[in-house]
C-alpha cells in the first residue's frame, strides 16, 4: 500500500472549516484514498472515500488532486465533537494500514 | 448502516490466563475480518486478517499461538489472547469487511485488555 504523510497535529475554532492535508505521492491509479477518524478510546469511524473525483457526503469533503498524489479533508463546520485523530489511508489489497495519523484540535 | 460488535469492552485478567474477544457483524456477512492492536498515543498496527473457514493470516512478527483467531461463521470472528502478559495488555480493535456504504470497512468499538 502507498504510504502516506500527515501533519502530526492541528487546530481549528469551532464553527469553522478543518481542512487536513494528506500526501501519497506513491499512489497508483488503482488505489482508493480513504478517510477514518478515532475518538479517543473508540473504534475508527469511516468518513469518507475516493479514487480520483472529489467526493461529498454529509460528514465531509474529500478534494483530491489531479495527480492524485495528494487529498484534503474537509469538514465544513468543525464542532467539539469533531476532535478526534484522523487517518489518511491508501488501499490497494484488502488491508487497511493506518499511519500515524493528525490530531485535529477544535477549539471553542 | 453496517454494525459491528465487540466484546468483551474492558477485561483485567491475571497473568498465565487465556482472554477471548469476540467480534459480530450485526446486519451483515463478513467473509473477512481484521484485528489490530493499539497502544497507548500510538496508531492501529494491524495484526492479523481473518477469513472465515479459513486459517487467519498474521502480519510479520505477531505470534499465532500466542493470539488465537478463530473464524468459525460469516458473523463472528474471536481472538484468543493465550497465557497473557502484562505486555498484552493493550487496546484490541476488531473490523468486518462488507456491508455498509463504504465498500467495507467497519470496525468494532475496541476492548481494553489489561493484565495483572
Known amino acids: 500500500d502507498a504510504k502516506t504523510t500527515q501533519p502530526p497535529s492541528m487546530d481549528c475554532a469551532e464553527g469553522r472549516a478543518a481542512n487536513l492535508p494528506c500526501n501519497h505521492s506513491t499512489i497508483s491509479g488503482n488505489e482508493y484514498v480513504y478517510w477514518y477518524r478515532q475518538i479517543h478510546s473508540q473504534g475508527p469511524q469511516y468518513i469518507i472515500h475516493g479514487l480520483k473525483n472529489n467526493e461529498t457526503n454529509e460528514m465531509a469533503s474529500l478534494i483530491i488532486t489531479e495527480d492524485r498524489k495528494s487529498s484534503t479533508l474537509i469538514l465544513p463546520h468543525a464542532t467539539l465533537r469533531d476532535t478526534a485523530v484522523y487517518y489518511c489511508i491508501v488501499r490497494a489489497t484488502d488491508k487497511l494500514i493506518f499511519g500515524t495519523g493528525t490530531r485535529l484540535q477544535v477549539f471553542p | 448502516g453496517a454494525v459491528v460488535s465487540q466484546h468483551p469492552s474492558r477485561v483485567i485478567c491475571k497473568s498465565g490466563t487465556s482472554v477471548k474477544i469476540e467480534c459480530r457483524s450485526l446486519?451483515?456477512?463478513?467473509?473477512?475480518m481484521f484485528w489490530y492492536r493499539q497502544f497507548p498515543k500510538k496508531s492501529l498496527m494491524l495484526m492479523a486478517t481473518?477469513?472465515?473457514?479459513?486459517?487467519?493470516?498474521?502480519e510479520q512478527g505477531v505470534e499465532k499461538d500466542k493470539f488465537l483467531i478463530n473464524h468459525a461463521s460469516l458473523t463472528l470472528s474471536t481472538l484468543t489472547v493465550t497465557s497473557a502478559h502484562p505486555e498484552d495488555s493493550s487496546f484490541y480493535i476488531c473490523?468486518?469487511?462488507?456491508?455498509?456504504?463504504?465498500?467495507?470497512?467497519?470496525f468494532g468499538s475496541g476492548t481494553r485488555l489489561t493484565v495483572v
Open positions: 473490523s468486518a469487511q462488507g456491508g455498509g456504504r463504504n465498500y467495507g470497512y467497519t
Open positions: 481473518s477469513n472465515e473457514g479459513s486459517k487467519a493470516t498474521y
Open positions: 446486519d451483515f456477512q463478513a467473509t473477512t
